[in-house]
């Protein structure tokens, strides 16, 4: 099968005058969505710290000395209760993600739990936890799980720089799994890591040339944390940032990008011009993960300044969808 993108091609994209680059993304975005609306998400840490991979961006890897304080799994009812939570403040979707390797056979049940009591609630379920196998997979959907996070991260040349616990190919054959399951994909990188635009292209390559591009491409913008390997890593510029969103549009016009990890050190103006190119999802709540997000306050006054409104649940599903 030829690939539907090159690198040549995405990089005419990226190039293009900023303008131009503004002007195609919006044409796309206003072809697949409401270009007014805002998908929100929440994202639990069920499981916290002592991960055993040693991705250098993580404070949860037990490869690190960092502030993040080591916690078992979440019972069930705080979860319920976190979740009941997040929809009254107007998320559509619930995302909760454990520091491991992988599941188990012995842990994955309580996760089942997890998404079934989640599901109850008429909210999108959605968990990341790390490298699956097919059989989980498998469970995962049976319990009622519609999304499943996992990022390649960065390009497959830069990959080795950042993790070398487990491969670029392993992460694909995870999302092989997921999609066996006919579990939906959410998918994406992160940006400021000491990568290239060429490497950030091509992470982008990767995910547009899947046989079905990722429903969701969380961008992430590198958070520093001390005690990791990336604290003292130069910040990507704020316009190569946008051009990316706004090449990811075009290139996956029909997934939703989500501004992911970072906006707490964003400024309003750089949010609100990846929206204008194309970003039309956030993560909504005070945490994510262990990294500091904006207040949801902060947010509504953001949303409000724009003119956006928050997706309602019955639409978040888009009909026009790869899904």
């Given amino acids: 099968m030829s690939l539907k993108w090159t690198i040549n091609g995405a990089t005419k994209v990226f190039n293009l005058p900023l303008p131009e680059l503004f002007y195609q993304a919006q044409t796309v975005h206003r072809e697949h969505f409401d270009p007014k609306s805002i998908q929100v998400c929440t994202l639990l840490s069920v499981k916290t710290g002592q991960c055993p991979e040693n991705c250098s961006y993580c404070p949860q890897s037990v490869h690190y000395k960092t502030d993040v304080k080591k916690e078992p799994l979440m019972e069930l009812q705080r979860v319920i209760e976190a979740a009941k939570k997040a929809k009254e403040s107007g998320s559509t979707r619930f995302c909760m993600g454990a520091a491991w390797r992988g599941p188990t056979d012995k842990n994955l049940p309580m996760i089942c739990d997890m998404v079934r009591e989640v599901k109850k609630l008429g909210l999108e379920t959605c968990v990341t936890l790390g490298l699956l196998k097919e059989k989980h997979a498998v469970a995962l959907k049976e319990s009622g799980l519609d999304y499943y996070n996992h990022n390649i991260d960065t390009s497959p040349d830069y990959y080795k720089r950042i993790i070398t616990t487990r491969t670029f190919e392993s992460r694909l054959q995870t999302l092989e799994h997921v999609r066996g399951a006919n579990i939906k994909v959410c998918c994406g ?86 929206f204008l190119v194309g970003a039309n999802s956030i993560f909504y709540g005070e945490k994510l993960l262990t990294a500091n997000n904006p207040l949801p306050q902060r947010d509504e006054v953001l949303l409000d300044k724009l003119g956006y409104h928050k997706e309602k649940l019955e639409c978040s599903d888009n009909s026009i969808n790869n899904m």
């Fill in 189 to 274: 990188g992160i940006l400021g890591m000491g990568e290239t635009t060429e490497d950030r292209l091509k992470m982008l390559l990767v995910l547009a040339n899947l046989e079905t591009p990722p429903e969701s491409v969380p961008i992430n913008k590198l958070i520093k944390i001390p005690g990791t390997p990336l604290e003292d890593v130069e910040d990507v510029d704020a316009f190569e940032f946008i051009r990316t969103i706004a090449t990811a549009r075009i290139m996956m016009p029909k997934s939703y990008i989500r501004l992911s990890a970072g906006r707490e050190n964003m400024s309003e103006e750089l949010q609100a011009l990846c």
